[in-house]
C-alpha cells in the first residue's frame, strides 16, 4: 500500500507568495494645493509697464530618452509647444502686472521681456516646464524649471470649468516674473530696456541709420551711446512700421486663441485619458515587474526542488512550482503587451487632435492672408513685406 505525501509547506507557501506578491497593487494619493496670481500692490504707470514676448516653446523632442520616446506623442508635444505659451501669456496679462503680452511667432521682433521655454514632461498627470527669462538689453533674468502633479480631482467637469488641471504651473510662472522685477528692476532700468527694444527694431530696418544709438558690449549687453531727437523723420517712420509689426503680431494672438480654443476639447480629452493610462501603465509596469521577480523566485525554487528532491512529494513540489513561476512570467509578459495597447491608443489619439487644430485663415486690415505654411513662416513673410513698405517709404523721390 503506497503511502501518500503531502508537497513540501515552503514551496506552497513561495508559489502563494509569489501570486500574492505579483497581484499587489500600489496607489498613490496627491493632493495639491491652489496658487493664485499675485498682483503689484502699487500700481505702475503706463510708461512703467514692460510688454513681454512669449515665444512658441521648444517641444522638448530631442532630448528624449529611450524610454521617454516610447511613452511621448511627438504630435500631441508640437501642440503644446503652442498652446502652453498662449495659457502662460493669458495668465500674465490677467495678472495686470505687465503691459501687453503676446505669443511671439519668432523672435525677429524686440520686445521688452522675452520668456522662451521647453516643455520636459507633459503626460497628464504631471507637467514639467524649463522657463528662461531675459530682457532686450540682453540681460538674462533666470532659468528654472516648474513642475506640476495634478490628481484625478483636476480633470472633473465642475473644476475644468473653472481652470486648466495646470494653472498653478502658469501663476507661479506668473509670480516668480513679477517678484525678479520687482526686486531686481529699477524705474529707470525699464526705461533702459523699452528704449533699447525700440532702437534695436529700428537697427532691423535702417542699420545705416540707427547703428550708432546702440553699442553691444563684451556681455552680449546693449548699451545706449545715444538717443535720437524725437522729431526725428526716420525714427517717425520705424514708429510706424513697428505698429504695423504689433497689429500682425496681435492678428496673430487670434489665431493662438483659436488653436487653443479648439485645442482645449480634443486636448483634454486626451490629457485625461493619458492621465489613467499613465496610471494604468504604471501599475502594469509594476505589476509585470512583481510577477516577473515572483515568477523566477519560484521556477528557480521548483527547480532546486525537481533536481534535488529524492521522494516523489519532494519532486512533485518542484515541477508545480515550476509551473507555477511559468504561468506568473507569463502573466508579467501579457502585462506588458497590455501596456503596449495603451501607447497605440495614445499615438491615434496623438494623430487626431494634430488634425483638430490646423491653421487657419488671418484676417488683416487691408487683406487676407491665408496661412499656407506654419504661422512663424507667415510672419517672417509679413517681416519681408514690412521691410518692402519702409523701403518704399524711405526711398528718394
Request: glycine residues 6%; aromatic residues 8%.
Amino acid at each position: 500500500m503506497s503511502q501518500r505525501r503531502s508537497i513540501p509547506a515552503r514551496l506552497v507557501c513561495a508559489a502563494l507568495m509569489a501570486f500574492a506578491l505579483a497581484a499587489c497593487a500600489t496607489h498613490t494619493v496627491k493632493s495639491t494645493t491652489y496658487t493664485p496670481i499675485v498682483r503689484a500692490s502699487d500700481a505702475l504707470a503706463e510708461e512703467y509697464l514692460l510688454d513681454i514676448g512669449i515665444a512658441v516653446f521648444d517641444p522638448g523632442l530631442d532630448d528624449l530618452n529611450r524610454r521617454e520616446e516610447e511613452i511621448t506623442n511627438a504630435q500631441i508635444r508640437v501642440a503644446e509647444s503652442r498652446y502652453v505659451p498662449y495659457m502662460l501669456a493669458d495668465t500674465l496679462q490677467r495678472s495686470g502686472n505687465w503691459g501687453i503680452v503676446r505669443v511671439l511667432p519668432n523672435d525677429s521682433s524686440p520686445i521688452d521681456v522675452v520668456v522662451n521655454g521647453t516643455v520636459l514632461l507633459s503626460d497628464g498627470e504631471a507637467m514639467t516646464l524649463q522657463v528662461t527669462v531675459s530682457d532686450s538689453t540682453g540681460r538674462a533674468w533666470y532659468t528654472k524649471e516648474y513642475n506640476e502633479v495634478v490628481s484625478r480631482f483636476s480633470y472633473e467637469p465642475s473644476e475644468r470649468q473653472k481652470n486648466d488641471p495646470f494653472q498653478v504651473i502658469y501663476n507661479t510662472i506668473a509670480n516668480d516674473l513679477l517678484a525678479y522685477l520687482q526686486r531686481n528692476v529699477e524705474p529707470a532700468q525699464i526705461t533702459e530696456i523699452r528704449t533699447v527694444s525700440e532702437l534695436r527694431f529700428a537697427r532691423g530696418f535702417a542699420p545705416d541709420a540707427f547703428d550708432d544709438y546702440l553699442t553691444l558690449d563684451r556681455r552680449g549687453i546693449y548699451q545706449i551711446n545715444s538717443l535720437p531727437a524725437d522729431n526725428d523723420p526716420l525714427l517717425a517712420r520705424v514708429r510706424t512700421i513697428r505698429e504695423r509689426d504689433f497689429m500682425f503680431i496681435d492678428t496673430v494672438q487670434d489665431y493662438y486663441s483659436t488653436y487653443a480654443r479648439e485645442m482645449r476639447v480634443p486636448y483634454d480629452s486626451w490629457r485625461e485619458q493619458s492621465y489613467d493610462a499613465t496610471m494604468t501603465l504604471r501599475e502594469l509596469e509594476g505589476s509585470a515587474r512583481r510577477r516577473f521577480i515572483a515568477g523566477t523566485a519560484v521556477v528557480l525554487g521548483g527547480l532546486a526542488a525537481a533536481a534535488n528532491g529524492t521522494d516523489y512529494a519532494t519532486q512533485t513540489g518542484g515541477a508545480l512550482g515550476v509551473g507555477a513561476g511559468a504561468y506568473v512570467i507569463k502573466s508579467g509578459f501579457d502585462k506588458r503587451a497590455e501596456a503596449q495597447m495603451h501607447l497605440e491608443s495614445l499615438q491615434e489619439l496623438g494623430e487626431s487632435l494634430e488634425n483638430e487644430v490646423a491653421p487657419r485663415v488671418i484676417d488683416l486690415q487691408d487683406r487676407t492672408i491665408t496661412l499656407t505654411g506654419t504661422v512663424e513662416e507667415q510672419y517672417a513673410q509679413w517681416r519681408e513685406i514690412l521691410a518692402d513698405i519702409y523701403a518704399a517709404e524711405t526711398a528718394p523721390l
